[in-house]
């Protein structure tokens, strides 16, 4: 189709192409200014969420800051039976104010092995503990309350070979972070007072 351009040299005939190729232009300046917008919404919208991660770190470590107690971790470890060739470790997570003898006496006939046991441990935070010469390790997962009285029963349970002399005990937090690292010997009348805490290096 063709339209009618006046001129000096008369009617001539324009092609519709080249009369709508200015509004063309014109359309391409409007997508890419969309697509210019659209590019800087994006690192835009990156950053919002960025801060929002900040904002909710934030508030996640002020709040375990404010249920932050001075914990303590307790070791029994009950007398070795050579006929099931298992010796079991009693692992106690306890809030720092609870007396050993306290807990001692529900257990009579463990040996209390004597180690540094203080640690920082959260209010409904679950732990977890690792032991590389363990069999077996139960629970998996234990969370942390402060009503562990008035039976004290065991946190974790380490179910260990009949005569093993030394283990690596570690407990990690439900974000797989060491809170407490010892190495424990526990053979011996003096082995039980002698530990090691591991290096974190």
């Known amino acids: 189709m063709c339209f009618p351009n006046v001129g000096g040299g008369g009617l001539q005939s324009t092609p519709r192409s080249a009369w709508a190729r200015p509004w063309l232009g014109r359309t391409s300046a409007l997508q890419e200014a969309a697509t210019s917008r659209e590019g800087a919404a994006g690192p835009a919208g990156e950053g919002v969420q960025g801060s929002g991660r900040l904002r909710m770190e934030f508030f996640r470590r002020l709040w375990n800051y404010w249920n932050q107690i001075d914990g303590q971790v307790?070791?029994?470890?009950?007398p070795q039976n050579p006929r099931t060739q298992w010796q079991i470790l009693s692992v106690f997570l306890l809030p720092k104010?609870?007396?050993?003898?306290?807990?001692?006496?529900?257990?009579?006939?463990?040996?209390?092995?004597?180690?540094?046991?203080?640690?920082?441990?959260?209010?409904?935070?679950?732990?977890?503990?690792?032991?590389?010469?363990?069999?077996k390790i139960q629970p998996q997962?234990?969370?942390?309350?402060?009503?562990?009285?008035?039976?004290?029963?065991?946190?974790?349970?380490?179910?260990?070979?009949?005569?093993?002399?030394?283990?690596?005990?570690?407990?990690?937090?439900?974000?797989?972070?060491?809170?407490?690292?010892?190495?424990?010997?526990?053979?011996?009348?003096?082995?039980?007072?002698?530990?090691?805490?591991?290096?974190?290096?």
């Not at 307790?74 to 009950?78: K, M, N, Q, Y």
């Not at 040996?111 to 640690?119: L, N």
């Not at 005990?169 to 002698?194: C, F, N, P, Y």
């Open 141 to 201: 997962r234990a969370e942390f309350s402060l009503g562990c009285g008035p039976n004290y029963h065991p946190t974790f349970e380490i179910f260990l070979p009949y005569m093993l002399e030394e283990i690596y005990i570690m407990i990690r937090d439900q974000k797989d972070a060491d809170v407490w690292m010892r190495r424990v010997v526990l053979t011996g009348e003096t082995s039980h007072r002698e530990q090691e805490p591991l290096s974190t290096e």
């Open 97 to 135: 104010k609870v007396p050993l003898e306290v807990v001692m006496a529900k257990h009579p006939n463990s040996v209390y092995i004597e180690t540094a046991s203080e640690c920082k441990l959260i209010k409904g935070e679950s732990y977890t503990v690792d032991c590389l010469e363990g069999c």
């Open 74 to 78: 307790l070791l029994l470890l009950r």
